[in-house]
């Protein structure tokens, strides 16, 4: 997720920092004032000039018809099949060993929240504003292991930028995302966690970068060992991403650390590489923590940071946290 993600604000920095550059011409010299025009000569006779005939008025312009309002966007409809990921369980962990799973029942509600914040630190440090999106939806299947779910995103908000060039990278955000706003998403995955399939309507084309983001986040979130397990058990999820200009390779650690009653306490460490011909490898990494308890929608926290050499150095830090969504 990290490699086709960070691509929105790398753009988005490029575009701003070209534009400053190109703002910065001196302004071009004034012209001279024209002299004012002679006083009229008298005539020598005495006699006073014709009254000058004035010009028929022209004719009054027609008026122009409303235009019509403009049609709603096209809906467009886009699929991810997520190659499934490897999951390695490094040891099975103390005490009790219970297997981790996902439940839910068809007709179960969620209701999900996630906060997204950014900023890009180089030679200029721009805080990207806060996007919070919202989505509610039901629990459609729920059979042989796998469980299917249906939302709508009735909530993105893009804050107000701090400061000039952050609230312009703000409204090209707006700009990216705003299809997806009123967008339905139809996600298949096993109780392991494991992604099997991916649908997204959104109300309009998506610009590839965040068909991207969109791809690499169909990958899933956080998978759990088919293998009971214990309290300080350890097992790494390795997943390849391919959409066709970038490979994403993310290996993630996982512990359990706690275990109260029917909630666990699991901690991850995350490491991403993304390759390309077009440009030098980008790295990043990262932490996660992550309250497991079942639901589809249980509170989590991923923070990362993603280094970019060319053209120019930079990092990008980028948090997401997820919670069961509170009352707008």
């Given amino acids: ?40 000569v008298a005539d020598p006779t005495g006699e006073q000039p014709a009254a000058t005939i004035a010009d028929d008025p022209p004719p009054p312009e027609p008026e122009e018809e409303p235009e019509p309002p403009a049609a709603p966007p096209e809906p467009v409809t886009q699929t991810f099949k997520p190659k499934p990921p490897k999951v390695e369980l490094l040891a099975k962990g103390k005490g009790k060993r219970e297997k981790l799973r996902y ?13 997204m914040d950014m900023k890009v630190v180089g030679q200029v440090t721009i805080a990207v504003p806060t996007t919070t999106m919202s989505w509610t939806g039901k629990v459609t299947l ?7 779910a249906k939302a709508t995103i009735d ?32 996600s298949t995955t096993t109780d392991a966690g494991i992604p099997v399939e991916t649908t997204f309507t959104s109300l309009g084309q998506l610009d590839p970068q965040t068909l991207m983001g969109m791809q ?11 293998q009971p397990i214990g309290v300080g058990a350890r097992w790494r999820v ?7 200009l970038v490979v994403t390779t993310s290996i993630a650690t996982f512990e359990l650390v706690e275990r109260k009653g029917d ?9 991403v590489i993304g390759t390309s011909s077009l440009a030098a490898p980008v790295k990043g990494s990262g932490t996660s923590e992550a309250t497991f308890t079942g639901a589809l929608c249980a509170p989590s926290k991923v923070t990362t940071a993603t280094n970019l050499t060319e053209p120019m150095p930079m990092t990008i830090e980028m948090t997401m946290e997820t919670r069961a969504r509170t009352a707008p």
Avoid at 155 to 184: F, H, I, Y
Avoid at 218 to 225: E, N, R, W
Wanted: proline share 12%; charged share 20%; with cysteine.
């Fill in 1 to 40: 997720m990290l490699g086709a993600m960070a691509r929105i604000p790398r753009l988005t920095f490029l575009t701003i920092t070209a534009a400053l550059f190109a703002c910065g011409g001196k302004p071009a010299p004034a012209k001279p004032a024209e002299p004012p025009p002679p006083p009229p």
């Fill in 103 to 115: 439940q839910a029942a068809v007709g179960d509600p969620f209701e999900c929240t996630l906060v």
């Fill in 142 to 148: 729920a059979e042989k292991r796998r469980i299917t």
């Fill in 155 to 186: 909530v993105l908000d893009v804050a107000a930028g701090a400061d000039p060039m952050s609230d312009n990278v703000g409204r090209e955000m707006r700009a990216k995302l705003g299809p997806m706003l009123n967008g339905t998403m139809e």
């Fill in 216 to 226: 690499s986040g169909a990958g899933g979130g956080l998978v759990v060992p088919e």
């Fill in 238 to 244: 390795t997943r390849v991403d391919d959409n066709g």
């Fill in 263 to 271: 909630s666990s306490t699991i901690r991850g460490a995350i490491e």
